[in-house]
C-alpha cells in the first residue's frame, strides 16, 4: 500500500474543492462588492425597487460572463511567472493559486465591510506580484521573473480608465445641459418619488449596460484563474481545449508547419535543439530585455517540430496521451512568448506567425461554456447581496449634493463605454473605480462640490490594495509552499 501517495493524492483532491470553491466566493464577492455600482443610480432615484434592481443586475451580470470572450481571463493569467504557469498542476502552482485567491478575497472582502468601492483588478494583481515575489526569491536566475510588459499594460489600462471615466461623465453632462431642457434631471434626486418615465428608461438601460460590461470584463478576472485551479485537480482533461476538432487540429499543424519551414532559415545551420535544453532555453529567454540567446531559434523549432508530431494522425485531443497533453500546453505557452519576444526584438515579422499564435491559444486559452455559467451563477448571485454598503457611499458621499438623475446617467453610460472597449482590447479594468470617478467627475462638472473625506478614503483603498494585496500574497505563498513541500510532500 502506498500510505504517502494515497495521502498526497487526498491531499490534491482536498486543494482541489478548496480552491474551486475559494474562485466561486472570489467572484461572489465581485458580484456585490462591483455591482452595487450599477444599482446605485436606479436604487437611489427609486427608478426600481431595490430587489428588482439586484435581480435585473444580476442577470445582467450573467449574461455578460456568458457572452465574454475569455481574452481578458487569459490577461490576468499572463501576469504570472512563466515557471509558475509551465508548473500550474504542481504543488508550487497550487499553493501560488491558493494563495493569491485568498490574498485578493481577504482585502476585498475587508474594504467592502467598511463601505469603501475597491477594485477587484487591483487585489488580483496586487497578489500575483506578492506571488511572483517568492516565486523570483525561491528559484533566483530560473525563468523570466514577473512579465513586466504585461504588468505594464494592465496597469496603464487600469490607471487610464478612471481619467477616462472621469472626462467623459463631465463632458457627456455638459451636454446633456445644452441639449436637454429640463432643469429637474440636474437636481438632486427626489428622495419621495420616482423620476419621470423617460427618465427611469435611461436609468434602467444605463444600469443594465453597466451590469452587462462588468459581467463580461470583471466577471472573467476569476475565470482563467479558475481554470488554472482545474487544470491542477484534472490536467489531463482540460491541458488541451477538449472542443478542438478534426479541421482545428488540420489547421494547427499547418501554421506549425510554416512556422517551421519560416524558422529554418534563421537557424544557421545549428541543429534544433534536444527537448529538454529547447524548454531551457525558451523558459530563460528573456527578450528584449536580455541578450539575445542565439538558441531561441533551434529551440523553437525544435518545439513546434515536438508539438506538431504529438498531434500527426490525430482527428480529436481525446486521442493525444494524457502525459502529451500537458507537454503540449507548456509547449504551445513558450512558442507564444517566445514569438512575441521576438517580433518585439523585430528579429521576426509578427504577421508571419499571427496564424500560428492564433491557433496556439485556440488550443489552450479557452473557458468551457459550463465553467462561464458557474461562474456567472456566482457573480450575478452576489449582485443581489450586499449591495447596500456601496450604494451610500456611491450615491451621498461622493458630492457635496446628493446624486441627480442626469450624473447618475452619464456616469453609468460612461462606465459601460469604457467597459466594452477594455473587453474588447483584452484587458482588465476596473467597474469601481471608472464609475466612482465618474461620478465625481459630474460633480465637479454640475458645481456640486466634492466629499473631501470620501475621496480621501477611495483614494487610500485604491494606493493601499497593491502593496497590502501583495504582501498577503507573498505571506500566504510562503506559507502554503512550506505546508505543500514538508507536510504534503507535493512538489
Known amino acids: 500500500?502506498?500510505?504517502?501517495?494515497?495521502?498526497?493524492?487526498?491531499?490534491?483532491?482536498?486543494?482541489?474543492?478548496?480552491?474551486?470553491?475559494?474562485?466561486?466566493?472570489?467572484?461572489?464577492?465581485?458580484?456585490?462588492?462591483?455591482?452595487?455600482?450599477?444599482?446605485?443610480?436606479?436604487?437611489?432615484?427609486?427608478?426600481?425597487?431595490?430587489?428588482?434592481?439586484?435581480?435585473?443586475?444580476?442577470?445582467?451580470?450573467?449574461?455578460?460572463?456568458?457572452?465574454?470572450?475569455?481574452?481578458?481571463?487569459?490577461?490576468?493569467?499572463?501576469?504570472?511567472?512563466?515557471?509558475?504557469?509551465?508548473?500550474?498542476?504542481?504543488?508550487?502552482?497550487?499553493?501560488?493559486?491558493?494563495?493569491?485567491?485568498?490574498?485578493?478575497?481577504?482585502?476585498?472582502?475587508?474594504?467592502?465591510?467598511?463601505?469603501?468601492?475597491?477594485?477587484?483588478?487591483?487585489?488580483?494583481?496586487?497578489?500575483?506580484?506578492?506571488?511572483?515575489?517568492?516565486?523570483?526569491?525561491?528559484?533566483?536566475?530560473?525563468?523570466?521573473?514577473?512579465?513586466?510588459?504585461?504588468?505594464?499594460?494592465?496597469?496603464?489600462?487600469?490607471?487610464?480608465?478612471?481619467?477616462?471615466?472621469f472626462v467623459m461623465a463631465a463632458v457627456l453632462l455638459f451636454g446633456l445641459r445644452i441639449f436637454v431642457k429640463s432643469p429637474k434631471i440636474f437636481e438632486p434626486a427626489d428622495a419621495q418619488r420616482s423620476p419621470p418615465w423617460w427618465v427611469r428608461g435611461v436609468l434602467i438601460l444605463t444600469c443594465t449596460g453597466v451590469s452587462f460590461a462588468h459581467g463580461s470584463n470583471d466577471g472573467q478576472k476569476g475565470m482563467g484563474l479558475f481554470m488554472l485551479v482545474l487544470i491542477v485537480a484534472l490536467p489531463s482533461a482540460l491541458a488541451l481545449n477538449p472542443s478542438l476538432k478534426s479541421d482545428d487540429i488540420k489547421a494547427l499543424t499547418a501554421e506549425l508547419d510554416r512556422g517551421i519551414q519560416?524558422?529554418?532559415?534563421?537557424?544557421?545551420?545549428?541543429?534544433?535543439?534536444?527537448?529538454?535544453?529547447?524548454?531551457?532555453?525558451?523558459?530563460?529567454?528573456?527578450?528584449?530585455?536580455?541578450?539575445?540567446?542565439?538558441?531561441?531559434?533551434?529551440?523553437?523549432?525544435?518545439?513546434?517540430?515536438?508539438?506538431?508530431?504529438?498531434?500527426?494522425?490525430?482527428?480529436?485531443?481525446?486521442?493525444?496521451?494524457?502525459?502529451?497533453?500537458?507537454?503540449?500546453?507548456?509547449?504551445?505557452?513558450?512558442?507564444?512568448?517566445?514569438?512575441?519576444k521576438l517580433e518585439k526584438e523585430k528579429r521576426i515579422a509578427g504577421p508571419d506567425y499571427k496564424g500560428l499564435q492564433a491557433e496556439l491559444k485556440k488550443a489552450v486559452e479557452y473557458i468551457p461554456v459550463y465553467i462561464k455559467a458557474v461562474v456567472a451563477l456566482a457573480l450575478g448571485l452576489g449582485t443581489m447581496i450586499g449591495w447596500k454598503r456601496i450604494v451610500v457611499t456611491v450615491a451621498e458621499r461622493i458630492g457635496k449634493t446628493h446624486l441627480a438623475y442626469a450624473q447618475g446617467a452619464s456616469a453609468e453610460l460612461t462606465t459601460a463605454v469604457t467597459i466594452l472597449m477594455a473587453d474588447h482590447l483584452g484587458l482588465p479594468v476596473s467597474t469601481t473605480h471608472v464609475l466612482s470617478s465618474g461620478i465625481a467627475g459630474t460633480m465637479a462638472a454640475n458645481h456640486s462640490g466634492l466629499q473631501k473625506k470620501t475621496l480621501r478614503n477611495i483614494v487610500l483603498a485604491w494606493v493601499l490594495t497593491l502593496p497590502v494585496c501583495l504582501f498577503l500574497g507573498a505571506t500566504l505563498f510562503a506559507g502554503l509552499l512550506a505546508f505543500f513541500f514538508n507536510v504534503l510532500g507535493w512538489r
Open 1 to 165: 500500500m502506498n500510505i504517502a501517495g494515497d495521502y498526497l493524492n487526498g491531499g490534491i483532491i482536498i486543494f482541489a474543492v478548496l480552491a474551486v470553491a475559494l474562485a466561486l466566493f472570489f467572484e461572489f464577492i465581485n458580484g456585490f462588492h462591483d455591482t452595487a455600482n450599477a444599482v446605485a443610480t436606479v436604487i437611489y432615484t427609486h427608478s426600481l425597487p431595490p430587489t428588482a434592481a439586484v435581480v435585473w443586475s444580476g442577470f445582467c451580470n450573467f449574461l455578460g460572463v456568458l457572452l465574454s470572450t475569455g481574452a481578458v481571463a487569459y490577461s490576468i493569467v499572463a501576469l504570472l511567472p512563466t515557471g509558475l504557469v509551465l508548473n500550474v498542476a504542481s504543488g508550487t502552482g497550487a499553493a501560488a493559486l491558493f494563495a493569491l485567491l485568498s490574498a485578493a478575497v481577504i482585502w476585498n472582502f475587508s474594504t467592502w465591510y467598511m463601505g469603501l468601492p475597491c477594485s477587484s483588478s487591483h487585489s488580483l494583481i496586487g497578489s500575483i506580484l506578492g506571488v511572483s515575489v517568492v516565486d523570483i526569491w525561491q528559484h533566483p536566475g530560473q525563468g523570466q521573473g514577473v512579465p513586466w510588459e504585461q504588468v505594464r499594460q494592465v496597469f496603464m489600462s487600469l490607471m487610464l480608465s478612471p481619467v477616462l471615466g
Open 262 to 340: 519560416s524558422l529554418q532559415g534563421k537557424l544557421d545551420g545549428k541543429p534544433p535543439l534536444a527537448q529538454d535544453q529547447a524548454r531551457q532555453a525558451l523558459t530563460h529567454y528573456d527578450g528584449p530585455r536580455g541578450t539575445f540567446d542565439e538558441n531561441v531559434f533551434p529551440a523553437l523549432v525544435a518545439e513546434m517540430q515536438d508539438f506538431k508530431a504529438k498531434l500527426d494522425g490525430k482527428s480529436s485531443v481525446e486521442q493525444v496521451s494524457a502525459p502529451d497533453r500537458q507537454e503540449q500546453r507548456r509547449s504551445a505557452y513558450l512558442i507564444n512568448e517566445g514569438l512575441k
